[in-house]
Nanobody, 121 residues
């Protein structure tokens, strides 16, 4: 089970830290990703992190403003988002994937339930 939290309503330029707690799985065996879906849009890859945390990927639109990290001792992955923009408004999902080559495009093995991020202008 993947439980995402930390979303909310912030003003442009604000920050949020999303968390995704993983239970019932061998967390350290999975690469983790954040994927978002804006209203009327398809799901979009945001960021991913390798099992060890040593490799990270970001979509261009969040690069330099966001940091993905993981704590394998706490079975939790994080997404720190800074300098938020209205176009970051979306439901953010965490996802787990066993095969690293799928981390940016899926299909993912497990999904969380999503947390809403709304950035006001």
């Amino acid at each position: 089970q993947l439980q995402a939290s930390g979303g909310g309503l912030v003003q442009t330029g604000g920050s949020l830290r999303l968390s995704c707690a993983v239970s019932g799985r061998t967390f350290s065996s999975y690469a983790m990703a954040w994927v978002r879906q804006a209203p009327g849009e398809e799901r979009e890859f945001v960021a991913a992190i390798s099992i060890s945390g040593g490799i990270t990927y970001y979509t261009d639109s969040v690069k330099g403003r966001s940091t993905i990290s993981r704590d394998n001792a706490k079975n939790t992955v994080y997404l720190q988002m800074n300098s938020l923009k209205p176009e970051d408004t979306a439901v953010y999902y965490c996802a787990a994937v066993f095969v690293w080559s799928k981390v940016r495009i899926g299909p993912y093995d497990y999904w969380g339930q999503g947390t809403q991020v709304t950035v006001s202008s």
